[in-house]
């Protein structure tokens, strides 16, 4: 009977902990590329870190692997499906939502406010 490899989960929470202040700390220093990197580079690692040592991915059956890829690629065909639609700025019909997050008015309402009076 092969023995299962537990991880040492201290290291792997130490190691999480680390890259969390490194992905907080990035964006201070207000460089894109860098802040790229520490927002998704390190969000990649840390899920992978996780999904590896704390789900136990390695040891589960091959099907549930198969089932995590097809989950992963139909959300990325979701997001490609919607993405082009929902970035854009115009269209018809298309109203940008910073109208409805800041305090100010839609072109459209104010020209409403002067004909009714």
């Keep these: 009977m092969s023995e299962l490899h537990h991880p040492n989960y201290v290291k792997i929470w130490a190691i999480l ?5 490194i ?17 998704f580079g390190i969000a990649i690692v840390k899920a992978y ?15 549930v692997l198969l089932l995590l890829g097809t989950s992963l690629a139909f959300l990325l ?14 269209g018809t019909g298309w109203r ?4 409805e997050y ?7 309402e104010k020209d409403d406010e002067h004909v009714s009076h």
């Design 17 to 21: 902990c680390v890259l969390l202040v």
């Design 23 to 39: 992905s907080v700390l990035g964006p201070l220093a207000e460089i894109r590329i860098l802040t790229l990197i520490t927002a």
């Design 49 to 63: 870190l996780v999904a590896k040592n704390f789900m136990h991915l390695d040891v589960q059956p091959r099907f």
């Design 77 to 90: 065909l979701f997001f490609a499906g919607v993405a082009p639609d929902v970035m854009k700025a115009e």
């Design 96 to 99: 940008k939502p910073s109208y």
């Design 102 to 108: 800041h305090e100010i008015e839609h072109p459209s």
